[in-house]
């Protein structure tokens, strides 16, 4: 069977790690492109343009739900919109929802994001709830057709404040939250060596990449912090394995590439150039490491 894990180690192969993030603020859009247009249409037709620009450099797309909430309904219909573009161009999507929550509500955020307007081959969850918020989604994950990224240790300072407290064995939170997911995904492990349950693994506390690679090892990160947060090429190829293993998300470094030299109407072309370059940058600090 190729499962989705199969398809996104296979993606990050061909093309490399780069995860464009769509968290399209309405202010992002040029002028040229906003005038005219209703809120919508002008967020749709920027989306394209990246999604057309850059999805033969990038692994996948990541979408985040909360700038189109923002919007009410016109901003849900460029959500919907922008992921029947994505499955259309068979691009890999990761929906960036942050759900965590138990039971049947868990059941229901399932159904509404792998089914359906809003359905992504992945979605993001918070598990300190505990690991029963994870569990209603295990029915999608064990078709091998969806998976999820775990938050488990962010790039956000405020990580501090609750992932990295002590345990009673010794280990940080956020040990223990890995390790929970790594047990439960042990079942699902595809052909390419890592299950559906990946992490939110952020890249901007260096000292930790290696450990965490090493004990999270068939475990497929979502590696946000690169860039705008701090992290650095040499800092992501820690958390990858060869080169793969993971996927490094960059949302205003890609969307908003074009305002480094004025270059409005080549905001695609610029968002291009930028994958590109972060695309090889990444694959220069891995082969600088071997």
Known sequence: MNSIMDKLYNAVEE???????LDTAFEYIP???SEGRSVEDAIVKFNKDIIDATIDVAACFKVQIAYYEALGMKGMMAYKKTLEYLREKEAIIIADIK???IAATAKMYAKAHFEGDFEA????LSPYMGMDSVEPYL??????????FSLVRTS???????????????DKVYHVVGDRLMDMGKEYVADCGYHPLGGVIGCTHVEEGKALRKRFSNMFFLIPGYGAQGGKAEDVAMY??????????????ILLAYKKDGREKEY???????AIRMRDEIRKAVADLK
């Open 139 to 148: 029915p999608y994950i064990t078709t091998g057709k969806k998976g999820i």
């Open 121 to 124: 081959d992945f979605i993001t």
């Open 240 to 253: 990858l394995n060869n080169g793969n293993g993971g996927v490094v998300n960059s949302s205003r470094g």
């Open 268 to 274: 695609a072309l610029c968002a291009r150039e930028e």
């Open 15 to 21: 093309k490399g790690v780069v995860c464009v993030g």
């Open 99 to 101: 759900r965590g929550d």
């Open 31 to 33: 002028q040229h492109i």
């Open 156 to 170: 956000n300072k405020g990580a501090e404040d609750i992932e990295y407290l002590d345990t009673a064995s010794g």
